[in-house]
């Protein structure tokens, strides 16, 4: 039996922070060069070479929050120090936790492939995400793919080949490294092939960020809300430039005068969903974030509370 609160530890909650990027020497205490990992699943891959690396600090990224957990396990049970784990979409986060030239290595072990033609916006190395790597990695930094998939090895070869940041090297077939993934150990015990790409950042890029600067939490008051408007919000598409919300669903408390409203905004591509509350007090009504939900405090945060608040007044 494992101690639960020394095992979660290693989970990292940006939403609680007021100000992006990260500070990450402030976050590990030290100024270790940053090692990150792109859905990292059971994290055994991540803790041998946190393990192995003591003098690299290593950040990784999951959706899933069973392979964050087990992953945080390995760490405690392998003692690691030097190793943080965020749940969330790594391609957006990458961007907006990290300063220019801050990472010296990216990995990313057999993603999904996302064969589909429609999904080709989800695969990993887009356009958008190259252009991110090549402000966030360190000059001379480098990406590295492992992936079983032959077509999406020469794709995202042919991605990297056409940015004028990145120098690609040839696609190595059946490659061997020190460590190993769970899945690659069993392809090559089945005999499947592999493909392994590195590329090399050469030239810097500067990104627009959504969360850059210092975030206060947002709130308004107002004297007093119109119930009828309220409910009109119910699946109404409210945008503004890039930003937009959706309410998607509205929860009555009416013995404690308070209404709970649950939003989808975005901003541009950074998509987030949260609960807005609404409730009365002594002499007003405070339209704010609830505390069920932290969302990152992007500029659609904010004018989603701001909007919600101005549509609801009486």
Same mark, same amino acid.
């Given at each position: ?8 530890? $290693? ?20 100024? &270790? ?39 945080? @396990? &390995?760490?405690?049970?392998? $003692? ?27 990995? @990313? ?42 077509? $999406? ?26 460590? &190993? ?47 009828? &408007? ?35 905004? =975005? ?8 609960? @807005? ?20 405090? =992007? ?16």
């Amino acid at each position: 039996m494992h101690d639960k609160i020394g095992v979660l530890k $290693y989970f990292l909650k940006p939403q609680h922070y007021d100000k992006y990027p990260l500070k990450w020497s402030e976050i590990f205490g030290n100024k &270790k060069k940053i090692y990150v990992e792109i859905g990292f699943g059971s994290g055994e891959y991540m803790t041998a070479l946190a393990k192995n690396n003591p003098d690299i600090n290593f950040i990784g990224f999951e959706t899933s929050l069973t392979a964050l957990y087990k992953a945080q @396990v &390995k760490f405690y049970k392998n $003692y690691i120090k030097n190793a943080r784990v965020i749940q969330g979409d790594a391609r957006l986060l990458i961007r907006e936790l990290f300063p220019s030239n801050s990472i010296s290595k990216l990995i @990313v072990n057999f993603p999904c492939p996302w064969p589909k033609q429609r999904h080709k916006e989800r695969r990993i190395f887009i356009e958008s995400f190259i252009n991110t790597l090549a402000d966030v990695l360190k000059k001379g930094g480098t990406i590295e793919l492992a992936t079983d998939v032959d077509w $999406y090895a020469n794709e995202v070869y042919n991605n990297f080949k056409e940015s004028e940041f990145f120098e690609a090297e040839e696609i190595i077939e059946n490659f061997e490294r020190p460590i &190993k993934t769970k899945y690659e150990l069993k392809w090559d015990k089945e005999g499947r092939n592999k493909y392994l790409f590195i590329a090399k950042k050469v030239k810097d890029n500067k990104i627009k960020r959504v969360l850059e600067g210092v975030s206060e939490l947002p709130h308004k008051s107002i004297k007093n809300i119109d119930i009828d &408007k309220l409910k009109q919000l119910k699946d109404k598409h409210i945008k503004e430039n890039n930003m937009s919300f959706t309410v998607s669903s509205i929860y009555e408390d009416l013995l404690n005068d308070r209404y709970l409203l649950r939003v989808v905004s =975005t901003d541009d591509d950074f998509m987030q969903q949260y609960y @807005v509350s609404i409730y009365k007090k002594t002499n007003d009504w405070l339209v704010k974030l609830d505390s069920t939900t932290i969302p990152y405090r =992007t500029p659609a945060v904010k004018f989603t509370i701001y909007k919600i608040a101005e549509l609801v007044e009486r």
